[in-house]
């Protein structure tokens, strides 16, 4: 039974951080790299507001708004003038803010561990779920959040003006333009939406377990999560998501823990050999370099 | 032809020789004899971190150039460079642990092992382009840094894998002035095989490939082929340096090999220039002084003592900024710069552009 909860948990962790690389990628093509950065910058703001502000629900509204706020700037003042350049260079150039964040993020909170939960004066209890199992309450929300996250995205994408305006410039964005989308605002608000979504992911991880430079970690072992449902898919992020947890789990517990690092390429791996355009993503082909 | 004419006025080829020739002007002969004095003499006269620092250069010019050739001519993009060094290195560490083999096993072993993850590594571009490739030459990182990981724990060498100075004929190589002539005799090897390697056939195959696939496979060009070519020469390349850079070290880690090595070996080669093996030199030279010329910077700044911790963690920051302004503001790297500062003093008084270039 704690198996279960252990994939359902990791599962939830990978799925609502891949979020973040399908929305950017289904809206702009751009592979974000930063993002396993961009989620831990995220979680260091509430560090940040925590020991700031007051009143503890305060501080969370106000790190969720500033984290949507620095996706909407990496739009505007970096990856906007990238559009238009040839795609290794955008994504090499959120390389290069994943490391200055990484930098940044050293000087400012060093290299020791943070616990925003204690500065916000939050405890963590562990509930007992029937069957013997432990979940403790942070990674309950975990889940919630993350079935929250996906179905508020469903419905935007499908039934709000917004949404159905990043869907179109996802598929055509010469049409999408030509009927008066402004792309620049559109491909603004997908950035901002994957640094909310990750942010969110950081901050629930940080005020579970604690938080440190390795938390880029995680993030980038979403990634194998994202391409193996398929990078164009949000149905695709949460079944691969789910696929990859599992096998991590499975092959931690029964196999050798010192692999949980490498389970998610190897599962990548295999991906790309068999299906490279993930289970639920469209076949397409890609530029040269 | 297979390269561009010199830019200097009057000079033409009258005879295929002159196609084959290294240096094809007295002034490139003399810049390259000028520039091969400076190298010999440099040991002689710089102090030893100077002369570390030359060293590091130079082993880091191998990888560049190697990078460059996959990347930059044949178009295949890898973040898994820092895997194939790591692959050399270890290679080198274990037969040199296990088996206490000599320098001329070890590192022709490293190049062996280096070709055969090549084509590991290059059986994906078959199928994949572009990011996807990138993607699983990334995740073929993690496996090759894993397997590291895993030796190290399981023969107890936890910390790293420690290694004798080498002998060569006879002569045990530890100063850092013998070291700095081996490097420099590998960057020259590096460098006249990748020029060698653009002129011939597999070069002019790489250059179609890179601009377009299709057209090449139509021009009759065995694009897998020359693909898996492409990934198993600069593979092997890449692992003969890592080799060296573990015998020089002394010391084999798999902390060394982390994803931050991969990027920076992919930073060498957009700083240095695309498509350009120039390029790669003045990336690795520029990368491999970046973190120095950070940390003397802010020693030289006021309250450098309260200042010393937070070293590391400029680095990256700057590291990351100087990335993304080459990126945004000069994609064609330094030597995009070097062009334009030489076409104004070769059109000068005229202050036209150059054709072509915007």
């Known amino acids: ?289 | 032809m297979s390269k561009p004419l010199p830019h200097v006025s009057g000079c033409m080829r009258l005879s295929y020789g002159d196609e084959f020739r290294l240096f094809e002007t007295r002034i490139s002969r003399l810049a390259a004899f000028g520039f091969a004095v400076v190298l010999a003499m440099l040991p002689f006269v710089a102090s030893p971190f100077v002369l570390d620092l030359a060293t590091q250069v130079l082993l880091a010019s191998i990888g560049a150039l190697a990078l460059m050739l996959l990347t930059g001519f044949a178009g295949q993009v890898s973040l898994g460079h820092a895997g194939l060094l790591a692959a050399g290195a270890f290679t080198t560490g274990i037969l040199f642990r296990e088996f206490a083999l000599p320098f001329w096993v070890t590192v022709p072993a490293a190049g062996l092992v280096g070709g055969l993850l090549g084509l590991v590594f290059g059986l994906p571009s078959l199928r994949l382009r572009g990011l996807y490739l990138a993607v699983s030459t990334l995740a073929l990182h993690f496996v090759v840094v894993y397997l590291g990981a895993e030796y190290e724990t399981r023969r107890g060498f936890s910390t790293g894998i420690l290694i004798d100075p080498p002998r060569l004929f006879g002569h045990e190589i530890y100063a850092p002035r013998e070291w700095y002539f081996i490097l420099l005799a590998a960057a020259l090897a590096a460098l006249w095989i990748s020029f060698n390697l653009l002129r011939s056939r597999s070069g002019r195959a790489w250059r179609a490939i890179r601009a377009n696939e299709t057209v090449a496979a139509a021009l009759g060009i065995r694009v897998a082929r020359h693909k898996l070519y492409a990934f198993v020469i600069t593979s092997a390349m890449t692992a003969v340096a890592g080799a060296l850079f573990a015998l020089y070290r002394g010391f084999v880690s798999i902390e060394a090999f982390s994803l931050y090595l991969s990027i920076q070996y992919v930073a060498m080669i957009i700083i240095g220039g695309m498509g350009s093996l120039a390029g790669a030199l003045l990336g690795a030279l520029f990368v491999t002084l970046f973190p120095y010329g950070i940390e003397a910077t802010m020693a030289a700044l006021p309250g450098a003592g309260r200042l010393a911790g937070d070293v590391f963690a400029v680095n990256q920051a700057a590291f990351g900024v100087v990335m993304i302004l080459f990126l945004v503001f000069e994609p064609e790297g330094l030597m995009g710069i070097w062009r334009r500062v030489r076409d104004w003093f070769v059109l000068w008084p005229f202050r036209a552009r150059l054709p072509g270039r915007g």
């Not at chain 1, 502000?53 to 500033?66: K, R």
């Not at chain 1, 003042?77 to 994504?91: C, D, H, I, N, P």
């Not at chain 1, 150039?93 to 990484?102: D, E, F, Q």
């Not at chain 1, 925003?116 to 975990?142: E, H, K, M, T, Y």
């Open chain 1, 1 to 289: 039974m704690q198996f279960v909860v252990n994939v359902a948990v990791l599962g939830a962790i990978y799925a609502l951080i891949a979020c973040g690389y399908v929305l950017v990628y289904r809206v702009s093509r751009v592979l974000n790299l930063a993002h396993g950065e961009l989620m831990m910058l995220g979680a260091y703001l509430l560090v940040a507001t925590a020991s700031g502000i007051g009143s503890p629900w305060a501080a969370l509204g106000f790190a969720v708004a500033l984290s949507l706020a620095v996706g909407v700037l990496v739009y505007l003042f970096l990856m906007r003038r990238m559009t238009g350049e040839m795609v290794l260079a955008a994504v090499l150039s959120t390389v290069a803010l994943g490391i200055m964040i990484r930098g940044v993020v050293l000087l400012v909170w060093t290299a020791s561990p943070q616990y925003p939960r204690a500065a916000l004066g939050w405890d963590n209890p562990s509930l007992a779920l029937p069957g013997g199992a432990n979940i403790s309450f942070f990674s309950a929300l975990l889940i919630g959040v993350t079935a929250v996250v996906y179905a508020g995205l469903f419905v935007f994408l499908r039934h709000s003006r917004w949404g159905m305006r990043m869907r179109a410039a996802g598929q055509n964005p010469l049409l999408a333009a030509q009927r008066g989308i402004n792309l620049h605002a559109v491909f603004a608000l997908a950035w901002g939406l994957a640094t909310f979504t990750g942010a969110m992911a950081g901050m629930l991880i940080a005020l579970d377990s604690g938080l440190d430079a390795t938390m880029v970690m995680i993030g980038l072992k979403a990634f194998p999560a994202a391409l193996v449902g398929g990078l164009d898919s949000l149905v695709g992020a949460l079944a691969g998501g789910l696929l990859v947890a599992l096998v991590e789990v499975g092959v931690i517990r029964f196999v050798d823990p010192l692999l949980a690092d490498v389970v998610p390429f190897l599962v990548l791996v295999a991906m790309l050999v068999i299906r490279p355009w993930g289970l639920f993503g469209t076949r397409e082909e890609l530029d040269r370099v």
